[in-house]
C-alpha cells in the first residue's frame, strides 16, 4: 500500500520560505510523477507542481517564481520550497502520487499557518 | 489549458441517487478527468478515472455504490443508496501537458 507522509514546520513569518518534505513508502519514487497541492482554510484545491525522479518538473505558473521542488530518490522523498510567503500561502499542504496523468494517492496533509 | 466548472452545492436523501455534474471548458470535451472525494476533516481520496465515452476505471477499495458516466462536455459522478459517510466534498480533475486543473468542488449534502 503506498503511503505519502507530509512534515515541516507549521508555522512560518512572513516573506520567509516554506519547507516541506514527503515521505513516500510502499512505492519507489523513481516511478511516476510526484505532486504537491495545496488547499487554503475552507477553500478548494490548488495544483503547485510536480517532479518527476530524474528532477524534472512542472510549476502553476501563477506560483512558479516562489517555487522548488526537489527529490531525493535515496531517501525515497520529494521536498518543496515556497519563497516570500504571505497570509495567502497558510493552507494545508498534500503531497500526492500521479499516475497516468491523475493523482491516485494522497498524503493526510499538514497545515501550515503563514504569521508572525 | 482546460478549466473545470462544479456546482458549489448539491444535495440527496439517504438511501437515494445523486448524480454530480463536471463540464470541461469549449475545446477540451475530450479530456479524461478523475474524481476525489474528501470528507471532512481529511485528505482527498481518489474515487475514479473516467473517459470521455463513459468508461471509468475505479481506485482501490470504492464501493459499487459510485459510478461514472459522460456526455460531451460533462462527467458526471453518479452515487447510489446514499449514506451518511457519502457527505462529502467532490472535486474533479485534469490535465494538459505539464498542468493540473481542479474544479472548484461540489458540497454533497446528505439529508
Known amino acids: 500500500q503506498v503511503q505519502l507522509q507530509e512534515s515541516g514546520p507549521g508555522l512560518v513569518k512572513p516573506s520567509e520560505t516554506l519547507s516541506l518534505t514527503c515521505t513516500v513508502s510502499?512505492?519507489?519514487?523513481?516511478?511516476?510523477?510526484w505532486s504537491w497541492i495545496r488547499q487554503p482554510p475552507g477553500k478548494g484545491l490548488e495544483w503547485i507542481g510536480n517532479?518527476?525522479?530524474?528532477?524534472?518538473?512542472n510549476y502553476n505558473p501563477s506560483l512558479k517564481s516562489r517555487i522548488t521542488i526537489s527529490v531525493d530518490t535515496s531517501k525515497n522523498q520529494f521536498s518543496l520550497k515556497l519563497s516570500s510567503v504571505t497570509a495567502a500561502d497558510t493552507a494545508v499542504y498534500y503531497c500526492?502520487?500521479?499516475?497516468?496523468?491523475?493523482?491516485?494517492?494522497w498524503g493526510q496533509g499538514t497545515l501550515v499557518t503563514v504569521s508572525s | 489549458q482546460p478549466v473545470l466548472t462544479q456546482s458549489s452545492s448539491a444535495s440527496a436523501s439517504l438511501g437515494s441517487s445523486v448524480k454530480l455534474t463536471c463540464t470541461l471548458s469549449?475545446?477540451?470535451?475530450?479530456?479524461?478527468i478523475a474524481w476525489h472525494q474528501q470528507q471532512p476533516g481529511k485528505a482527498p481520496r481518489y474515487l475514479m478515472k473516467?473517459?470521455?465515452?463513459?468508461?471509468?476505471n475505479k481506485g482501490s477499495g470504492v464501493p459499487d455504490r459510485f459510478s461514472g458516466s459522460s456526455s460531451g462536455a460533462d462527467r458526471y459522478l453518479t452515487i447510489s443508496n446514499l449514506q451518511s459517510e457519502d457527505e462529502a466534498d467532490y472535486y474533479c480533475?485534469?490535465?494538459?501537458?505539464?498542468?493540473?486543473?481542479f474544479g472548484g468542488g461540489t458540497k454533497l449534502t446528505v439529508l
Open positions: 500526492a502520487r500521479r499516475t497516468g496523468g491523475n493523482h491516485d494517492y
Open positions: 510502499g512505492d519507489s519514487i523513481s516511478s511516476y510523477y
Open positions: 469549449s475545446g477540451h470535451s475530450s479530456y479524461i
Open positions: 480533475e485534469t490535465w494538459d501537458s505539464n498542468t493540473q486543473v
Open positions: 517532479i518527476y525522479h530524474s528532477g524534472s518538473t
Open positions: 473516467l473517459e470521455d465515452r463513459g468508461s471509468y
